[in-house]
């Protein structure tokens, strides 16, 4: 079965290009001109991705998703006419994988579409299958072939990153999946649970540092070790 994409696009020429662009590589996709429709499909259909736009008529872009991050961790591109730091920013701040501002290339945008879908299923690569190895049922991490001695939240914070290498994912986000009470935590308490986990990752490779900061944003896993 084809994955499917979501466009969430009120311009109907934009969204008639990036349907074509996207179908051509083999995706299927469904468009919506609006946003209001977007969650009550989201739980009826299988969607791989969504591709949304920011200026919808009747309801702002980040906060569709922010009602969408409640119920789904379903990878989400951007879509906007504005270039300011601040509207890229706050999109990845509140759960959004990737950004692209107007005019952009069909070509372009399909193409990042498979790079986050890439990461999402995570494909072969250095940071989620060689460099770290993964043991749910045992709760356990070995990196480069040494198990980690981790807390709770280190190695709930660590499953994140390896399950999305290359995604930024903003403290509160973090706090939201790795922590049992988010609400009652601060979010210095990311920073130092951060901290340690490099302190322990160092002593077995001191030349390299999986994880990176984003200032303004919040951390990552570094894809291509």
């Excluded at 499917?4 to 349907?19: G, N, R, Y």
């Excluded at 920073?191 to 002593?203: F, G, P, S």
């Amino acid at each position: 079965m084809k994955p499917k994409i979501l466009i969430v696009e009120d311009e109907p020429a934009i969204a008639d290009t990036i349907q074509y662009a996207l179908e051509t590589d083999g995706f299927a996709t469904e468009i919506l001109n609006s946003g209001g429709p977007a969650l009550p499909l989201l739980k009826a259909e299988k969607i791989a991705l969504i591709v949304l736009d920011i200026g919808l008529p009747d309801i702002n872009g980040i906060e569709l998703c922010k009602k969408i991050r409640t119920l789904s961790d379903v990878p989400i591109i951007f879509l906007t006419a504005r270039s300011d730091e601040i509207d890229r920013v706050v999109g990845l701040e509140i759960g959004g994988d990737d950004y692209v501002t107007k005019p952009f290339s069909p070509r372009e945008l399909a193409a990042r579409v498979k790079a986050v879908l890439r990461r999402v299923k995570g494909d072969p690569s250095p940071a989620g299958k060689t460099v770290f190895s993964l043991d749910t049922e045992k709760c356990r991490i070995a990196y480069f072939g040494t198990r980690l001695d981790l807390s709770k939240y280190e190695y709930n914070l660590l499953t994140v990153f390896i399950n999305r290498p290359g995604r930024v994912f903003s403290r509160d986000r973090l706090m939201e999946l790795a922590w049992d009470e988010p609400d009652a935590s601060m979010d210095r308490t990311v920073d130092a649970h951060i901290k340690n986990l490099r302190a322990k990752l160092k002593t077995i490779r001191p030349d390299i540092d999986p994880i990176l900061t984003h200032r303004g944003m919040g951390y990552s896993l570094k894809e291509g070790l």
